[in-house]
């Protein structure tokens, strides 16, 4: 039997990626509270502070002379730096234990219990059902190293890594892994499946892969971009589905 090798995207493919949402929610109510009618509405914060936070992946983080990228830092500072730049705009004075709850707030985004509940019922099914074919599976995730790292213990608590032979962690771009995995597991296909098209389909067709891509509506990579992606992406070396498990069922045509 052909032997395949499948390698997949942790957040927002094996994971429902919206680690921020909640805690940022009670961040953004405490912020309100503290600044009472000087504070701006809960959709304008929402919408502000995300731009905030994504801005500061590119920051440096003066404590470690690093850019913030997907550190575990940059969430919670961003809450804190964010609130204290709306109490400049209002002329409020800044609060201390409301940055450092704030701060906590943002921490909660890296819990252990949250991660294990984020992990997608579909991954158990897929990977039992491709572990039970005699192929190969991998977790490539591209992120921190601690961030990730502790996502891959949730997913050992959970029960799920078993069913995989490796877990890497990208620091950046997939593409060299694409090609390292290729030539450390012999298979007769390799396989990438994720949901974001230019970092996990994309350098995978390059690398000699057929790309499984599974859009997720809150990947805020490619929010408002779908549609042309859909468009662009190459037909003839993926195909996109809808769920994890579409990978089982059409198994014997891929
Ligand atoms: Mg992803």
């Known amino acids: 039997m052909a032997n395949k090798v499948w390698v997949f995207d942790l957040d927002g493919t094996l994971m429902n990626s919206d680690f921020y949402k909640k805690p940022a929610e009670e961040a953004y109510a405490e912020i309100m509270r503290a600044l009472g009618d000087k504070s701006p509405s809960f959709a304008e914060i929402k919408s502000r502070h995300n731009d905030f936070d994504k801005a500061m992946i590119y920051v440096k983080n003066p404590s470690t002379g690093k850019l913030y990228l997907y550190s575990k830092q940059r969430f919670p500072t961003s809450l804190v730096k964010f609130y204290e730049m709306l109490c400049k705009e209002a002329g409020a004075e800044t609060d201390f234990s409301l940055m450092r709850k704030l701060y906590n707030i943002g921490l909660k985004?890296?819990?252990?219990?949250?991660?294990i509940r984020k992990i997608k019922a579909q991954a158990f099914t897929v990977a039992k059902f491709l572990k039970g074919k005699g192929d190969t599976l991998l977790v490539l995730t591209k992120g921190d190293k601690r961030v990730q790292g502790d996502k891959r213990r949730a997913l050992k608590?959970?029960?799920l890594l078993k069913y995989f032979d490796d877990f890497i962690i990208a620091p950046d771009s997939k593409y060299g892994f694409f090609k390292l995995i290729r030539s450390r597991y012999k298979g007769d296909a390799y396989y990438s499946i994720g949901d974001t098209y230019a970092d996990d389909i994309l350098p995978a067709i390059k690398a000699g892969y057929?790309?499984?891509y599974i859009p997720f509506s809150l990947n805020w990579k490619e929010i408002g971009k779908f549609k042309r992606i859909e468009r662009?992406?190459?037909?003839?070396?993926?195909?996109r589905y809808d769920n994890l498990v579409e990978i089982a069922?059409?198994?014997d045509h891929l």
């Open 109 to 115: 985004a890296f819990k252990e219990e949250r991660y």
């Open 210 to 212: 057929f790309g499984v």
């Open 232 to 239: 662009r992406r190459s037909k003839k070396n993926s195909n």
């Open 157 to 159: 608590k959970a029960g």
């Open 249 to 251: 069922e059409k198994y």
